[in-house]
């Protein structure tokens, strides 16, 4: 499985690369800096970087982690003492008090 996964993965390249179009330009080959122009007001300018792009970043992985976090539970329900049960709403408590905490400092507002 592993080396059909892979064989996919390289067979994706290489015919990305031979099919794809070739036409360079300036534009094309001009670092990303998170949408922001590297040469005319981006980073490294002096100017201020917003960081909010990052911020739903992290607080993407943070849900994420807590979504991998429940899943053993989930799975082994039955099989678990009821200590879990209330170990799980004290997670659920704590994710909660953070998304508060987020929506306060408006993270997730886009304006």
Known sequence: MLVIALGIGVL??????????????RTK?????????PEHGGVGTGHRFP?????????????DIETAFFFPLAVAYQKLVPFA???????????LVGYYYILK??????T
């Open 85 to 95: 049960f209330w170990e799980a709403l004290t997670f659920v408590a704590l994710l």
């Open 12 to 25: 994706a390249v290489i015919v990305s690369a031979l099919l794809g179009p070739k036409k360079a330009s």
């Open 29 to 37: 080959l001009m670092a990303y800096e998170s949408g922001n122009d």
């Open 51 to 63: 960081v909010h792009f990052y911020l739903v970043a992290m607080l993407f992985i943070v849900f």
């Open 105 to 110: 400092k408006g993270v997730v507002e886009w």
